[in-house]
């Protein structure tokens, strides 16, 4: 499961979004103004990230029986 950590620059100038997939990869959004835009890209990344998960799973086994 991917994990999401909304944290301040060191700098006191804006928020960043850190992320671990669940495959241990890790990465770093940059360039949130305020920590409740870090917390709506958040949310609207793991919407996407679910219905994505979810065409996998029920989309494309359909798919690949009609080839």
Known sequence: MT????AGHVDQTG?????VGSNGA???IL???????A??????DEQLTNAAERFRRLVLPVAQQSL
């Open 3 to 6: 994990t999401y950590k909304v």
């Open 31 to 37: 360039g949130f103004d305020t920590e409740a835009a």
């Open 26 to 28: 890790r990465q770093t």
């Open 39 to 44: 917390r709506a890209w958040i949310a609207q």
């Open 15 to 19: 928020f960043h979004v850190a992320i």
